[in-house]
């Protein structure tokens, strides 16, 4: 049984009404799509048949609830720990046997970014991490706003040129937008049109094609099998691979910029004494970077266009923000403070649809949970797909309520972990943060989206989480039109 713990739960998430907001939250509700909680526990086939089709959709309705629990897969114990106080011993309290990433994400990763940061652990991560996390600091995000505004006005010009029936796919359009920012800040120079197509091609055809529950494990390997995977696969590794080392070869070439986070990236490990980073050790970490920053900000503003699709009082509240701090002009990243609509709308769709909806770990030593004994290499997961749906924990928490994340709230710190949290928390949360909010108020300003009509949305997840099948939308122009 799961063991609640409701006092924490109770002060996980605390809004302070105004009657505004009250009378706005009962004129109109908006309940996104999501699977439907099991009314039963699957048996073992059902476990691994739903992982490989989809890792969201297979959990009952009792794991809707703070608490933790422990059950076993064949020879593996799995500890699920769903409670923000027990999130905080496992991340925080014994980061040090709990850093550890899942065999299964390692296995299902480790083909296609190496040894890079997001996989990585012991000393390997102790050392790149500082040198990552330096380079895509918050304080450096003045450097990246230009680049970031540059490539949302460019989606917009073509947007702008689309015929008034045309229909587009978000996430491929999305994913371009953010694969031409990441691009440009990671290596310094502009990737081309086809290259990033190339990468989203790659990236979607890699999670098609991965194994994501590796059975070996569950058998009895710690570590896990290899994943070996099929033809399409490796064609997707390779195609991936070649781009990032296209650009990574022209940056060492002298063609990028003296202050990309690559050039950074050499220049940081340089000055610290570190063994020189090999075009491989680049690659693996522009490479996670790179996927981590283009992947993750592209799923949750295709998620972001859906929600706003749906909740057209949010977006008259948008559309109004925006005209007050912007006027006629574009949005930069200087108006963000005043553009809170849009950062909680941006809030409010990671909690909704985190890109990573599943953060497993594995315990190096034997240790103790709350109540639960935890054996040598258990898999302890951490579910912010489950966390963020907690019905003790989020008022409503299958709607769309991006007011939650205006001010007045106070959010528990491991009851919301879109970036995850702890030592481990991601080092570019602040860029993608502002990143998302910028693009979305930028195209926003001009355009609404209009998803096709009596398109089933249905989230899928096999590493990230996507709409399955992608969003197919037409692109609206709000009138007036804008000069820039």
């Known amino acids: 049984m799961l063991q609640r713990n409701l006092p924490l739960a109770q002060r996980a998430f605390s809004l302070r009404r105004s009657p505004t907001m009250i009378e706005y939250k009962t004129a109109a509700e908006f309940t996104p799509a999501h699977p439907k909680a099991l009314t039963r526990e699957p048996n073992l086939l059902e476990v691994i048949l739903g992982a490989r089709r989809n890792l969201v959709e297979i959990w009952p309705a009792k794991y809707y609830r703070s608490g933790i629990d422990s059950f076993r897969i ?29 065999p299964q994400m390692r296995r299902a990763l480790e083909a296609l970014l190496g040894d890079g940061l997001f996989i990585s652990d012991g000393e390997t991560w102790k050392k790149r991490r500082p040198l990552v996390a330096d380079i895509v600091h918050k304080r450096r995000l003045p450097e990246f706003g230009k680049t970031m505004e540059d490539a949302a006005l460019t989606v917009a010009a073509e947007w702008d040129a689309l015929p008034a029936d045309a229909e587009v796919e978000l996430t491929e359009e999305m994913g371009r937008l953010t694969a ?8 310094g120079n502009n990737i081309a049109r086809e290259a990033a197509q190339q990468v989203i091609d790659g990236f979607s055809t890699y999670q098609r094609h991965t194994d994501s529950f590796n059975l070996g494990y569950f058998l009895g390997a710690d570590n896990g099998w290899p994943a070996f995977g099929g033809k399409r696969r490796r064609w997707a590794i390779a195609m991936v691979h070649r781009v990032v080392e296209g650009v990574i070869n022209a940056h060492l070439a002298g063609k990028g910029d003296a202050g990309s986070m690559v050039d950074l990236l050499i220049r940081r490990n340089q000055k610290n004494g570190g063994e020189p980073l090999d075009t491989t050790a680049l690659r693996n970490e522009a ?12 799923t949750t503003l295709t998620w972001a266009w859906y929600l706003l699709a749906n909740a057209p009082w949010v977006r008259r509240s948008v559309h109004d923000e925006i005209t007050a701090a912007c006027g006629n002009r574009a949005a930069t990243l200087a108006d963000l403070p005043q553009l809170r609509w849009c950062r909680a709308v ?10 990573v909806p599943l ?4 315990a190096l030593e034997a240790d103790r949970i709350g109540h639960i004994d935890v054996e040598k290499s258990a898999l302890v997961m951490i579910a912010p797909w489950l966390l963020h749906r907690s019905v003790d924990l989020w008022e409503k928490p299958n709607h769309f309520l991006p007011e939650r994340f205006l001010s007045g709230a106070r959010i528990d710190p491991f009851a919301y972990i879109p970036f995850a949290v702890g030592p481990r928390i991601c080092p570019g949360m602040n860029f993608g943060l502002d990143e998302a909010t910028l693009c979305l108020a930028i195209l926003a300003q001009r355009f609404e989206v209009q998803p096709r009509e009596g398109y089933k949305v249905e989230p899928v ?3 990230t989480l996507r709409p399955k099948g992608g969003l197919p939308a037409r692109i609206v122009k709000r009138s007036p039109q804008l000069p820039f």
């Not at 031409?180 to 290596?187: G, L, M, N, W, Y």
């Not at 490479?287 to 592209?298: D, L, N, S, Y």
């Not at 953060?359 to 594995?362: A, G």
């Open 461 to 463: 997840c096999r590493l």
């Open 287 to 298: 490479a996670t970077i790179f996927m981590a920053g283009h992947e993750t900000t592209a």
């Open 346 to 355: 941006i809030q409010e769709t990671l909690r909704l649809y985190p890109p």
């Open 359 to 362: 953060l497993p770990r594995q």
């Open 74 to 102: 064949l020879r593996r114990q799995v500890v699920f720990v769903n409670d923000p106080e027990h999130i905080r011993y496992v991340v925080a309290t014994r980061h040090s046997n709990f850093e550890r990433k899942s």
């Open 180 to 187: 031409a920012i990441i691009s440009r800040a990671v290596f």
